[in-house]
């Protein structure tokens, strides 16, 4: 597994959901990307091992709502809650 950040590399999918804190452990993660209901770059994703980097469009259902990131940075570590809510807050 890659664990590179920054600007450059790649990260597995299901690491990245809990670094994003968009699931609280990889089992949740692994379970909401085998679900089907994922893309990456408009492609349905359904193996946990698939790798994301800077430029790749994620999107997925998340609170009851339909989110569309695009990842600018990989996160070194888990983000805080406050470190979170401030990232999710400039896409709005």
Do not use: H, Q
Not at 15 to 27: D, E, G, I, W
Request: charged content about 30%.
């Amino acid at each position: 597994m890659n664990s590179t950040s920054g600007e450059e590399g790649t990260m597995r999918l299901d690491r990245l959901l809990v670094f994003l804190r968009f699931a609280r452990t990889r089992s949740i993660a692994k379970a909401m990307i085998l679900s089907g209901r994922m893309r990456l770059n408009s492609t349905r994703i359904t193996k946990i091992s698939c790798e994301v980097g800077v430029g790749d469009v994620l999107t997925l259902a998340y609170r009851g709502e339909i989110c569309v990131a695009r990842i600018e940075k990989l996160p070194d570590r888990r983000l805080s809650p406050s470190e979170a809510e401030r990232a999710w807050s400039r896409m709005a």
